[in-house]
């Protein structure tokens, strides 16, 4: 296997406390965002979108890799010159988002399975060929009183396994994206609870199928309350729950956990992330939970966050090419906002 190569990968996306942009919303997502906002839908302004995105002076200082959506791989800047290209230029490395988006379950029409996997290793060999070095699969499940169910959490860690197991063999790092939705009235606890109940699964998945946990990156959730729950905790309590979580879920052979912002809003998901890397202050801290945490915790927290880096400037475009300048320098500052935040210095 190509562990070698991998290896290198991961080294270089997250150097010097850079991180991931995930720009690799389907055609319907990125739809409906510009529906929300009041802007065209075409192909030509998701296009123009991302290259103002790509092309934000200085992205490279705190983004060692975006992950694209297939559409965006063959897309062009303005002038005619590929993204691959420009990308290649600025020592940005590329992955791309492979799965195939979410079905219903079979026998739970309540619930979601991320599909995919048919052709998987073919696609695979084309996005090598054409330069990438890593790949994404999403698999969200949601929190109600009674789901998830464990066939749900079982189909899908399932196919995150089987999906980690075909990039590892075709040299491509995998991100392993399991995802607790924040939508709900769930408290903290039962964030917490399923998280737990998914990453054990996705584990045992990823071992059953021999991945090596070396060469990969988790993508979670933060443990947070869901958005309608009358308690929304705050910072220091949601950074060291999530820690205490990973620390119970995680091999410490994972080298790195770059945590989905899952619709928090950028300052916030900054503001979280900046406390889980403050590791003194968590050391000294007086809860329960904390006192057997290491000095030293055994992988990288790093963020590989899509809204709470676009949304703000998205907002700021609203399709108009004259706010190029206001945009770029909201992306710039986001993701300077979130390299502090790996570093412990962040300041809302
Ligand atoms: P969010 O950071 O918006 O949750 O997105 C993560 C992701 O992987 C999008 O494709």
């Keep these: 296997m190509l562990i070698k190569k991998?290896?290198?990968?991961?080294?270089?996306?997250?150097?010097?406390?850079?991180?991931?942009?995930?720009?690799?919303?389907?055609?319907p997502t990125c739809n409906q965002r510009f529906i929300?906002?009041?802007?065209?839908?075409?192909?030509?302004?998701?296009?123009?979108?991302?290259?103002?995105?790509?092309?934000?002076?200085?992205?490279?200082?705190?983004i060692g890799g975006v992950i694209l959506f297939d559409e965006t791989v063959y897309q062009q800047q303005h002038h005619g010159a590929s993204f691959l290209q420009l990308l290649r230029e600025n020592n940005i490395l590329f992955g791309i988002k492979v799965d195939k988006g979410m079905q219903s379950l079979a026998l739970h029409p309540?619930?979601?399975?991320?599909?995919?996997?048919?052709?998987l290793r073919a696609r695979l060999n084309t996005y090598a060929g054409l330069g990438a070095v890593f790949t994404k699969w999403r698999a969200a499940v949601s929190i109600t009183a009674s789901l998830p169910t464990l066939a749900c959490i079982e189909a899908n860690a399932d196919a995150l396994a089987r999906f980690a197991a075909l990039s590892q063999e075709a040299g491509l790092v995998p991100i392993v994206e399991p995802e607790v939705m924040m939508t709900g009235t769930h408290n903290l606890d039962r964030c917490r609870e399923v998280t737990t109940q998914?990453?054990?699964?996705?584990?045992?998945?990823?071992?059953?199928?021999?991945?090596?946990?070396?060469?990969?990156?988790?993508?979670?959730?933060m443990i947070l309350p869901g958005v309608d729950c009358p308690i929304q905790d705050d910072i220091d309590i949601i950074a060291n729950t999530t820690i205490a979580c990973m620390l119970e879920t995680v091999p410490a052979a994972?080298?790195?956990?770059?945590?989905?912002?899952?619709?928090?809003?950028?300052?916030?998901?900054?503001?979280?992330?900046?406390?889980?890397?403050?590791?003194?202050?968590?050391?000294a801290s007086t809860s329960d939970d904390l006192k057997?945490?290491?000095?030293?915790?055994?992988?990288?927290l790093a963020f590989?966050?899509?809204?709470?880096?676009?949304?703000?400037?998205?907002?700021?475009?609203?399709?108009?090419?004259?706010?190029?300048?206001?945009?770029?320098?909201?992306?710039?500052?986001?993701?300077?906002?979130?390299?502090?935040?790996?570093?412990?210095?962040?300041?809302?």
């Design 292 to 300: 057997n945490l290491k000095q030293t915790l055994p992988w990288q």
């Design 36 to 62: 929300e906002l009041g802007i065209p839908v075409t192909e030509e302004n998701r296009r123009a979108w991302r290259e103002l995105i790509l092309t934000t002076p200085d992205l490279h200082h705190a």
């Design 254 to 283: 994972v080298p790195v956990i770059a945590f989905l912002s899952g619709g928090q809003s950028g300052d916030l998901a900054s503001a979280r992330l900046n406390a889980m890397n403050l590791r003194d202050s968590r050391i």
């Design 304 to 348: 590989s966050f899509s809204r709470a880096i676009q949304f703000p400037a998205l907002q700021l475009w609203g399709g108009v090419h004259e706010h190029k300048k206001a945009v770029q320098d909201a992306i710039y500052r986001r993701v300077c906002d979130n390299q502090r935040a790996r570093r412990g210095v962040y300041q809302q």
């Design 198 to 221: 998914f990453l054990r699964a996705v584990f045992r998945h990823l071992n059953q199928q021999e991945v090596v946990v070396e060469t990969m990156i988790l993508k979670p959730n």
């Design 110 to 119: 309540l619930e979601q399975m991320t599909s995919g996997l048919d052709g």
């Design 6 to 27: 991998m290896t290198n990968t991961i080294k270089t996306l997250f150097a010097e406390e850079r991180g991931i942009l995930a720009m690799d919303e389907s055609n």
